[in-house]
């Protein structure tokens, strides 16, 4: 007999099963599997979170079935994970099998969508962009990975153009050619742009995911990833500096000196030293802004947390409450730094947060504005996707 709690209860207990604390983190699928089964009050609430996040990248065609079967259960899909893939035609020049712009013809209410493009696929055809323009969605976040190294970006601009309310934006590829330039912008604004690129982007590909900021205004950029390369010119993204509110680092090489010093109204800082072969930066040169509140230094290996950690107990940083680290390789840690770290902590009031075995790390947040950080990975910032204004 089901127990005869308020729903608002049970929801809320519903709720609280949702994250499984593992690493990488994943959705406890069989508990939201045996609420849905429960009675009709149950099953509403625990399908729409079964079906918040749909990877369609590993069996598409059964998600595919799914999704245009009876029931709507492509309403309930916010974030959507798709490979770019063309079918060969039969005879007749039809397809037998559902292309991946059908799949988002069922997801009305998709905010976040992740796209897998082979590097044979240089750009959409004219009628995927008829089919997509047709679609009338309003993708906030856009996951575009591109596989090989001769790939272009032109699906990537012509995305852009199709979706200009895109805020939230990751590009993933290999180090290779520069790709062709973009022709007219689209009237898109950057929330958060993260590039998983080994560096950064040519300048004027920059130029164009950030153009100059008008005069009197502010940069819409607050939160910024990339990875930081020999010799890397990063003068694309000095106007944008003293805006960004969250800079998340994949540390390979020092920063250019007086780059953080432009970071004028930042949050929180990242450095993810998990790169063995980084070249180690000078303590003296990593001056930290004195506005930032959440330290984090992630996949840390012993000695090389040690620039890092002396940054930190070197800097004044009046507004700081968090200090991040991991635990994987806490034993590695030399032990009178950690000890070090602790006290400086304590002597300051700030708190200093060991992320347990599978904890979840900031790389699986949400998509979403951001209140304070760190941008935890909560469901209130999942419920964030439901909005579509």
Partial sequence: MVPSLPIEIIV??????????????????????????????????????????????????MYFRLLAGPGGLGTCVRSLDLDVYRVDLDVYGVSTEPVWTMALSYCPN????????????????ELEVIQLKALRLRIRALTFTLHGM?????????????????????????????????????????????????????????????????????????ILSFTTGADQDLNALMEYMPYVRSLRILFRHPLPQGFLERCSALEELIFDVSDVAAESPDPKALVLPATIEHLRITGVYGAEVEPF?????????????????????????????????????SDRGVALVADSPGGLSWTSEYPVPVDHFPRDRTIENLYRMNIMD
């Avoid at 507004?319 to 400086?344: A, F, G, W």
Wanted: aromatic share 10%; net charge positive.
């Fill in 12 to 61: 809320k207990i519903i709720e609280n099963t949702y994250h499984l604390h593992t690493d990488p983190p994943k959705v406890d699928i069989k508990t939201l599997s045996a609420c849905a089964a429960v009675c009709k009050r149950w099953h509403r609430f625990a399908r729409g979170l079964l079906f918040f996040k749909v990877d369609g990248a590993q069996d598409a065609l």
């Fill in 309 to 345: 950690a002396m940054a930190f107990t070197r800097s004044t940083l009046p507004r700081l409450q968090q200090v991040s680290i991991n635990t994987y390789e806490m034993p590695q840690l030399p032990q009178n730094r950690y000890i070090d770290l602790s006290k400086v902590c």
């Fill in 110 to 125: 998709l905010y976040e969508l992740c796209l897998d493009v082979p590097s044979d696929a240089p750009e959409l055809t």
């Fill in 150 to 222: 001769q790939g272009e970006l032109c699906i990537l601009y012509q995305l852009m153009a199709i979706w200009p309310s895109i805020q939230f934006l990751t590009v993933s590829m290999l180090p290779g050619p520069t790709p062709r330039l973009p022709g007219e912008r689209p009237p898109f604004s950057l929330y958060e742009l993260t590039l998983s690129t080994f560096r950064l982007l040519a300048e004027p590909i920059m130029r164009w995911l950030l153009p100059p900021i008008p005069a009197g205004q502010k940069g819409s950029l607050h």
